[in-house]
């Protein structure tokens, strides 16, 4: 993944969307700036109990830059995939408050160079049961600009999810599920749309099965690898990838179940499968033995004699 950003305005936004819609990729990369791993922190903490770890970060870009490091809160926007970063207000504490970051804020990063950026994560004794969000945010400035009033660089954020064990609710439901209404052949592309309606991020997991059109169970995809925060509601992608012939009516019927195994929501749909090539390669070569067969008949006299 490749972030260029050129203002302060609207930077945020645009690496925490490509970070949440991205988010299982090992190393997220800046062509002139920074490489960072891990990209995402999910840690579940008691009140007043804390964790440490580490963020290796590189200097990927061809020549000196100077690194200003920050740290803001978001919240997801109700009913949808997108998000809002938030201040601090008075008298409450937020992931930025808990963090803290070993090492300067603002240095300057050799070309090539790596290090280790420790930091550590302090859940205080009245924090709120559920989840917090916050983000890391790594932003790179060639040296030569680093004076300028119009800074040109490049940022990199690390997603933290910090769940506070308490009274909380894990639940959603499977707003839409469907696939193309014909195919030819594999793989099968699936599409569900999950809204998250408990009050804390998860992965939600399940499986899709596949059945044709004698109920025969003739394939299954998991359902994982995404996290849904609160509120919010994400187009999630699986594909079936069969391996043969597929023909007739199929029935796909997807589960999505809380971490604790309890079912969430299942939802179902049909497609056909006519796969058009073969069809018309068959027919194509019934109709050449045919008209084969008339021209030799037509073509070609038997007789039989009979000696005495």
Not at 144 to 162: M, R
């Amino acid at each position: 993944m490749t972030y260029r950003l050129i203002t302060r305005s609207g930077v945020a936004l645009a690496v925490l969307a490509a970070l949440i819609m991205g988010g299982q990729a090992p190393i997220a990369q800046a062509g002139t700036g920074l490489t960072i791993q891990p990209i995402k922190i999910s840690q579940t903490m008691k009140p007043g109990s804390s964790v440490s770890g580490t963020i290796l970060l590189s200097n990927a870009s061809t020549e000196d830059v100077v690194v200003d490091v920050s740290i803001q809160d978001f919240i997801p926007t109700a009913g949808t995939e997108t998000f809002q970063f938030v201040g601090r207000a008075p008298g409450v504490t937020t992931v930025r408050d808990w963090i803290t970051v070993n090492g300067p804020h603002q240095f300057t990063f050799k070309q090539g160079e790596s290090r280790q950026m420790e930091y550590t994560i302090n859940a205080p004794q009245d924090a709120e049961p559920g989840s917090h969000f916050g983000v890391f945010f790594f932003k790179a400035t060639n040296v030569s600009d680093a004076e300028s009033q119009i800074k040109v660089g490049t940022q990199v954020g690390v997603l933290t999810f910090v769940t506070i064990p308490g009274k909380f609710e894990q639940k959603g439901d499977i707003k839409n599920f469907w696939t193309d209404t014909f195919v030819q052949k594999g793989p099968v592309n699936f599409n569900l749309d999950f809204e998250n309606t408990g009050t804390v991020h998860f992965e939600p997991k399940g499986m899709i099965d596949i059945t044709n059109i004698f109920g025969t169970k003739v394939g299954s995809v998991p359902i994982e690898g995404y996290a849904v925060l609160p509120t919010g509601i994400k187009k999630l992608n699986f594909s079936w990838n069969v391996v043969g012939l597929l023909l007739g009516k199929y029935k796909a019927v997807a589960s999505v179940y809380a971490t604790d195994g309890t079912l969430l929501s299942s939802a179902s749909t049909s497609f056909y499968a006519m796969p058009v090539w073969y069809i018309v390669g068959f027919v194509v070569t019934v109709l050449f033995l045919f008209f084969l067969i008339r021209f030799i008949k037509s073509r070609l006299k038997f007789s039989i004699s009979l000696k005495k």
